[in-house]
């Protein structure tokens, strides 16, 4: 990708990318001894197919041939995400029913729902690879990601779209539907152009279509290391510009990278400064009400404070079926900064309910584990890996069952890199 800009194109137009074809070993993909997907050239697999299709009857060729426009994107709509970008290369026909899926939706919300996939990257020489996990049927596909350059981003994601956050290039903010590949990008939001930390959430409405995004940033106060100007910025898609409904000084605590929005709510993850009384630096959680950001809110942020459970490192915030869900690090009482396990919690009533713990044999599997890694959510699944491994462990919330992720493709080629990834819904007819 070099050095080239995205903001200099217009959005994407949609081209078809045949996703690789992965052939199962084994007959039971979900026995615990499962053998990795190995992969098959695409022209074999479509001549797989089209000798299994001479074998159908000609009536049946013809009556797929009348079934009218309409039925038949009602039937395509129906398929998983992946099988639809397969059945879009069949023939013209089928490409444009796929395609006006995609671009028109439903307000129906006819498609079945999907498990979101795990994009799992780590960064080369010149750019970004990365591949998809799918849960649901255990295969990893390659993924080009729309937008991403090398460097450091933050991502959040809701209902099928991705946001991403150019951290080290300005902090240029892009919109994308990764299986579509349509995106667009955003103008700067107001504030500081280089703020310490800067946080970044979008909610999409599973019916409208509509989103909200939001950036918090956060700026030290001069040299006072226990002052920091905190400020909420929201985009406005009907406008296409940016307002700022809030902002405040903290006292005795920070900002961080860390935000999600929840049900209307945009909650963010602050740290305490270690004064006030405080022995060591906690995190809490404040909240601001998006319902209606005209209006000046009754009380500070500072007043919303929720405390963590417990001393946490590597704290992240997931939106799981509109549930405030955290995962974090327990650090070791003599070494804070060494997890000692990884624990999950729900936020009841302002008071935090733990989940799970992962199980310690599993904990292991990671290797040597330090206080960095990376988890994200979506839907009933949580995904948690190390950075310094292509190791992937999901938690089924739903069903509370731990399971580790097949092998990734991903290799590890030196000791220094670092993997990291983030999930999303795989869908088709959500716009940019």
């Known amino acids: 990708m070099g050095n080239r800009r995205w903001d200099r194109y217009g959005p994407s137009t949609y081209r078809p990318t045949p996703i690789q074809f992965y052939r199962p070993i084994t007959e039971d993909p979900y026995h615990s001894n499962f053998i990795p997907y190995h992969p098959i050239p695409y022209q074999q697999a479509v001549a797989e197919e089209n000798d299994a299709d001479d074998s159908e009857s000609s009536s049946s060729v013809s009556f797929i041939s009348n079934i009218p426009n309409d039925m038949l994107v009602k039937?395509?709509?129906?398929?998983?995400?992946?099988?639809?970008?397969?059945?879009?290369?069949?023939c013209k026909r089928w490409h444009e029913a796929v395609r006006s899926f995609s671009l028109q939706g439903s307000t129906e919300d006819p498609s079945p729902s999907q498990k979101p996939w795990y994009f799992m990257f780590t960064c080369g020489n010149k750019l970004i690879t990365g591949f998809a996990y799918d849960a649901s049927y255990r295969k990893w596909y390659g993924l080009e990601f729309p937008c991403i350059e090398k460097g450091m981003w933050s991502f959040s994601s809701s209902n099928g779209l991705v946001c991403l956050m150019d951290i080290e290039n300005g902090y240029r903010i892009f919109l994308c539907n990764p299986i579509t590949k349509?995106?667009?990008?955003?103008?700067?939001?107001?504030?500081?152009?280089?703020?310490d930390y800067c946080a970044m959430a979008l909610a999409v409405d599973r019916k409208t279509k509509n989103y909200n995004l939001a950036v918090v940033k956060c700026s030290q106060v001069h040299v006072d290391l226990y002052e920091w100007d905190l400020s909420i910025h929201l985009y406005q898609p009907d406008t296409g510009s940016w307002f700022s409904p809030y902002s405040e000084v903290l006292v005795g605590s920070r900002g961080g990278e860390e935000c999600v929005i929840c049900d209307g709510v945009l909650y963010y993850l602050i740290s305490t400064a270690g004064v006030l009384g405080a022995v060591e630096p906690r995190h809490a959680v404040v909240w601001y009400d998006l319902s209606n950001p005209n209006r000046r809110p009754k009380e500070r942020l500072v007043d919303t404070m929720v405390q963590v459970p417990c001393a946490l490192t590597c704290a992240r915030l997931m939106n799981l079926r509109e549930k405030l869900v955290m995962v974090g690090g327990i650090g070791k009482v003599d070494r804070p900064g060494v997890v000692k396990g990884i624990g999950i919690w729900e936020l009841c009533k302002k008071e935090w309910k733990e989940v799970a713990r992962m199980p310690h044999k599993l904990?292991?599997?990671?290797?040597?584990?330090?206080?960095?890694?990376?988890?994200?959510?979506?839907?009933?699944?949580?995904?948690?890996?190390?950075?310094?491994?292509?190791?992937?462990?999901?938690?089924?919330?739903?069903?509370?069952?731990?399971?580790?992720?097949?092998?990734s493709p991903l290799n590890k080629k030196f000791p220094l890199q670092i993997f990291s990834g983030f999930c999303f819904e795989p869908r088709l007819e959500i716009g940019v």
Do not use: C, H, M
């Open 75 to 90: 039937i395509l709509s129906y398929l998983p995400v992946a099988s639809a970008v397969r059945a879009s290369v069949v």
């Open 363 to 407: 904990f292991q599997g990671f290797g040597e584990f330090d206080e960095l890694f990376a988890s994200n959510g979506s839907g009933d699944l949580i995904y948690i890996q190390s950075y310094g491994s292509p190791a992937l462990l999901i938690f089924d919330v739903s069903q509370k069952i731990w399971k580790w992720a097949s092998k």
């Open 182 to 195: 349509d995106w667009r990008a955003f103008t700067q939001p107001p504030g500081t152009t280089s703020p």
